[in-house]
């Protein structure tokens, strides 16, 4: 884990201190610095379309050791650029030393003054992976690597999002879900479990739904003050078809609060994903991922419904005169619980870990988190803050 660890540092300091396309050179030298002196002056953003690449080895405990490359594009529109934030698009692909193949892309834009928000998020598994069963008891046992859990998994997804500005702070619009999973050599004991059985080897689910948001952060992609929150509501089947009925609720809550001086924030998270009525086994909700309990294997815990909680300090070092660094740090602590209804969760999964962050873009970090989870670890690459 040390040698994966300092190496994943070395490449992505070698990689993120190149400059992105787009961004202005530093000073040479003997030149005069005409950047702010003081951290509560920030540089202002005129809006250039920019774009870093990014490739460096990681590890996670689904796929294991893995080679990561991506991209980071991040832009502005309006005649204002200074009353908008950057929308960002970033892509990953990843390729792991037990022939997985992990493909994800995320927009976040926003159009017309703020008050349009297109967001949409693409992801595209084909991997060997584990089947533990449903609930907190199932994922304890038996362990991973067992003949009993793994099967390979073909998995897609497609989900947009489209918010209008309706008051200050507020906004609401439709969403759609498209997902498929195909399960293939799959073990006697998944094959023998009720939820497998139930719904079979292959679903593809169609979704539509609502989503209303408070959002008052100065910077979505990395706030260092605001509050977020947002309720999604998504019906799967009906008019769009699909395999299965059933509904999903999602609850998320976050605040930021700065700590004394810009680049310094506690920040903190409440997020619950409520399934209702009879939820295929690929579409339960799960515990262990890049964006939540970072640590545990994706799918090891998984039921109807999840809760969780997380707390996170943020810091970006300071440089001479106190202007801000392009490096800094996190460390956050927290846990998990799920249970077939939300009136009845079981068991707790606790969580912790440190993180490095590298800016490279305006408020936009390259991030390497390691996180430690009940006898389970992960080192997790990718763009922009776990939430």
Same mark, same amino acid.
């Given at each position: ?14 990689? $993120?201190?190149?400059?992105?396309? !787009?961004? +202005? /050179?530093?000073?040479?030298?003997? =030149?005069?610095?005409? @950047?702010?002196? #003081?951290?509560?002056q920030p540089v202002p953003d005129s809006g250039k379309f920019k774009i870093t690449p990014i490739l460096a080895p990681a590890y ?11 991209? $980071?594009?991040?832009?502005?529109? !309006?005649? +204002? /650029?200074?009353?908008?934030?950057? =929308?960002?698009?970033? @892509?990953?692909? #990843? ?293």
């Amino acid at each position: 884990m040390r040698r994966t660890t300092t190496a994943l540092g070395c490449v992505l300091a070698a990689l $993120l201190t190149v400059p992105a396309a !787009g961004q +202005n /050179p530093k000073p040479s030298a003997g =030149s005069a610095d005409t @950047s702010p002196v #003081s951290v509560f002056q920030p540089v202002p953003d005129s809006g250039k379309f920019k774009i870093t690449p990014i490739l460096a080895p990681a590890y996670n405990p689904e796929m294991q050791y893995l080679i990561a490359g991506g991209v $980071l594009m991040s832009w502005k529109v !309006g005649a +204002n /650029p200074l009353r908008v934030q950057r =929308s960002t698009l970033s @892509s990953t692909l #990843s390729l792991s030393s037990i022939g997985a193949v992990n493909v994800s892309m995320s927009l976040s834009s926003f159009w017309n003054e703020d008050r349009l928000r297109i967001n949409v998020d693409f992801s595209l598994k084909d991997m060997d992976d584990n089947y533990w069963g449903v609930g907190y008891q199932a994922g304890l046992s038996p362990t991973k690597g067992d003949a009993t859990t793994k099967y390979h998994r073909q998995w897609i997804k497609f989900n947009p999002r489209v918010v209008f500005a309706v008051a200050p702070h507020l906004l609401v619009g439709p969403t759609l879900e498209l997902n498929h999973t195909i399960a293939t050599g799959v073990s006697q004991e998944m094959a023998a479990d009720p939820a497998y059985q139930q719904y079979g080897p292959e679903n593809f689910n169609a979704g539509l739904g609502v989503v209303l948001q408070y959002d008052s952060r100065d910077v979505a992609a990395n706030a260092w003050r605001g509050t977020y929150a947002a309720i999604t509501a998504t019906r799967y089947g009906g008019v769009l078809g699909g395999d299965n009925a059933y509904s999903t609720i999602l609850l998320d809550y976050r605040q930021y609060h700065p700590l004394g001086r810009p680049g310094r924030t506690l920040t903190w998270q409440v997020k619950s994903r409520l399934g209702l009525h009879g939820v295929p086994w690929p579409e339960l909700s799960m515990l262990g991922t890049g964006y939540d309990l970072r640590g545990y294997v994706e799918g090891r815990f998984r039921d109807r419904s999840t809760l969780l909680g997380l707390v996170e300090y943020r810091e970006m070092f300071t440089r001479s005169k106190g202007r801000l660094s392009r490096h800094g740090f996190v460390v956050w602590a927290g846990g998990g619980t799920l249970g077939p209804e939300p009136s009845r969760f079981h068991g707790f999964l606790p969580n912790g870990g440190v993180g490095y962050r590298l800016e490279i873009q305006p408020r936009a970090n390259g991030r390497v988190d390691i996180g430690v989870g009940e006898r389970s670890y992960g080192i997790y690459f990718n763009f922009n803050e776990a939430f």
